[in-house]
């Protein structure tokens, strides 16, 4: 091919949608295939920098894709052909949107002519996925409109951190729709960039917890901020019962999240996909807040129904942090944002909001903190049964004395004297719960319930996992008792990633994200967390592990041979039981390997073969069906709706 050949060497709109994903971030695609699709998958896979995911089914690619921008924070994408492919991908572009991450889909659709008069594999896309709560979705009926409507796709993505979908006729998919000049190719994409933004250019596709500097955080929010945790408009009052609330969004911020909550001794609480983010042995870490709508732990609900403000750190759902069960809001609030976008305080009263990168507006916080003069001391107030605290007494003590305890050995900087020994002490023990000895191991429980011949309890083995997990590890949690098991008894220590489907709480999720992390990060140890009812779901999805050649791929499959959330959630429930198959031969079937565990002597060894393996490996952990998981409720000082 001579040189003027080459400088006319056409592009498809298949072609530009490869080279625009790859301008915006995107590293992969995860997708079902079909007939509406074949141009888009061949551009895809012919791209040196884009990697093809076939998923057995629409629906775990876009739960993949969801899973995958919270894990990197980045723009990525599903394919999906029409009809039934593109219904498919609805659950997990909700699910994407509810929890304010980065996903572009993109469907196919039958030849634009036969749009809206030929039945088969014909429905009207963008309604059905507006309705499903996308604030963009298009379709591309002539290739003059591909790019801008893709560059407004992206734009709506990335500023509003949520889902968006772009549907493509199959014909026009391979419609050339520009000539690509010789070395060129870069500046064709440039304009992509060129968005709306509240952000510079240079800084829109990377994120750093911890870039810039403290004197670029705004002086009066800062100031309001401080006023505000020093209490210092009341001279007169003490200072409020401070907790911290960390959220997904806060990653990379830990040790600027530790200084804070370590200078205003203020518990911290994490929702349940920013486990980890924080070292748990911490011990001003007290747990996991927000499963299934619900608190979750006792000792998080216990320290966050008693507390005065929190400063919630890139929490996406403020729910629990703030309000009763009645809706009502509670606390005070000072928010902190990656971005004003990024922003869950709709609906919440905030007494000062800071946005920027996390980890700097901590740090600006604490300096403000430091220098400010009203600082105040926590000193004593006596109670009138004679005693001695901390705090004043509230209502919320009279009802709750473990309560007035807690909050004593933080204010008064007890929990110095514990690092690193464990928490749950101070809060009395859980529902089949109680700790063993202090500095025995970080954040270790000893088992109330008697285990039966032939079960193991599931928090002996999370126990046990998390100190044998390597520092970049991603686990994922699939919804069920597993979840409350996993939130409770595993320790993460060394800036682990936890992925979960937090506001859907789709059964089956936690497949999809652990392939979405072995392909993200493929020398990374991969843990995927999952109920025996919720497996179920996508357990065709374990093949595309052996199909990907991921490395290091464990499931550990809690088996209790029922819905326990179902179960134990309800009263009078009928149908929850379910037949299972044997898990370690559906394993070996796909191409990997398993044992199972059901006594306590089997835990290390099974557990030190499986995170050895390369490739797929199964763990069948037997729990007795007759054991509840753990699960509170909030209880509010003052019901006004009763």
């Keep these: 091919m001579d040189a003027k050949q080459e400088e006319a060497r056409s592009l498809t709109v298949a072609e530009y ?77 909700v699910a994407a949107a509810k929890d304010k991450v980065r996903v572009i889909a993109i469907t196919g659709m039958k030849l634009s002519w036969k749009v809206d008069h030929a039945d088969f594999q014909d429905c009207d896309q963008t309604d059905i996925f507006r309705s499903g709560g996308l604030q963009f979705s298009s379709t591309v009926m002539n290739k003059a409109a591909m790019v801008p409507l893709l560059r407004n796709a992206i734009a709506v993505a990335y500023e509003q951190h949520t889902a968006v979908h772009l549907a493509i006729p199959e014909d026009i998919q391979a419609e050339t729709l520009i000539r690509q000049a010789t070395g060129k190719g870069g500046q064709l994409f440039m304009n992509l960039h060129r968005l709306a933004s509240v952000h510079p250019a240079g800084l829109r596709y990377g994120y750093d917890a911890n870039s810039g500097d403290v004197e670029s955080v705004c002086p009066r929010a800062l ?29 990379g911020a830990s040790e600027a999240i ?19 983010i924080v070292n748990e042995s911490h011990p001003l870490v007290v747990g996991v807040l927000g499963i299934f709508g619900n608190p979750g732990l006792e000792a998080a609900r216990t320290i966050v129904e008693t507390s005065d403000l929190a400063i919630c750190i890139g929490v996406s759902e403020a729910m629990e942090l703030l309000a009763g069960h009645d809706g009502l809001q509670r606390r005070q609030m000072i928010q902190v944002e990656p971005d004003e976008i990024a922003n869950a305080g709709f609906g919440w009263q905030a007494e000062a909001k800071l946005f920027g990168p996390v980890g700097t507006v901590l740090r600006a916080l604490k300096i403000r903190l ?67 000895d202090e500095g025995d191991a970080p954040w270790k429980f000893k088992i109330d319930h008697e285990e039966r011949p032939g079960f193991c309890h599931p928090m002996r ?42 506001a859907l709480g789709t059964m089956g999720y936690s497949i999809c994200a652990s392939i979405a992390a072995g392909v993200t990060n493929r020398d990374s140890q991969v843990v995927c967390i999952v109920g025996d009812g919720a497996i179920q779901m996508t357990i065709g999805e374990l093949i595309v592990a052996k199909q990907m050649k991921l490395k290091h791929f464990l499931v550990i499959v809690v088996n209790n ?67 509840k998981a753990p699960m509170v409720s909030i209880s509010p000082d003052v019901d006004y709706f009763a």
């Design 17 to 93: 949608v490869a080279e625009a994903l790859v301008s915006a971030g995107v590293t992969h695609v995860f997708g079902g295939h079909g007939g509406t699709v074949i141009p888009l998958i061949n551009a895809i896979c012919a791209h040196p920098n884009l990697e093809w995911i076939y998923m057995r089914n629409e629906n775990s690619a876009s739960l993949a894709a969801a899973a995958q921008a919270k894990l990197t924070g980045k723009l990525s994408c599903c394919v999906a052909t029409s009809g039934p492919g593109a219904t498919n991908l609805t659950t997990g572009l």
């Design 223 to 251: 100031k309001e901020a401080a006023c505000v945790l020093n209490n210092a408009r009341s001279p007169e009052q003490p200072r409020p019962r401070i907790i911290i609330g960390v959220g997904s969004m806060a990653t």
């Design 258 to 276: 530790l200084q804070l909550a370590e200078y205003l001794n203020a518990p911290i609480v994490t929702q349940l996909d920013a486990k980890g």
């Design 370 to 436: 430091e220098n400010s003069h009203s600082q105040k001391t926590n000193g004593k107030f006596t109670f009138p049964d004679g005693t001695e605290h901390f705090t004043p007494q509230s209502l919320r003590d009279a009802s709750n004395a473990s309560a007035q305890q807690a909050w004593d050995f933080f204010l008064s900087g007890r929990w110095k004297e514990q690092m690193p020994k464990v928490v749950g002490t101070y809060f009395g023990s859980l529902p089949t719960l109680v700790n063993l």
């Design 461 to 502: 083995v999370f126990n046990a996992l998390g100190p044998m997990l390597k520092s970049d590890s991603t686990i994922a949690i699939d919804t069920g008792d597993s979840t409350l098991w996993a939130s409770l008894a595993l320790c993460l220590t060394g800036h682990q990633r936890v992925l979960v489907d937090l």
């Design 561 to 627: 041979g029922l819905l326990g959330r179902v179960h134990y959630g309800w009263e009078g429930v009928q149908g929850d039981t379910i037949d299972v198959p044997d898990f370690v031969a559906v394993a070996k079937a796909y191409g990997g390997s398993g044992a199972r565990i059901s006594h306590p002597e089997e835990i290390a060894p099974v557990l030190e073969e499986g995170l050895g393996h390369e490739g797929l490996y199964l763990i069948e952990v037997m729990e007795d069906p007759a054991m």
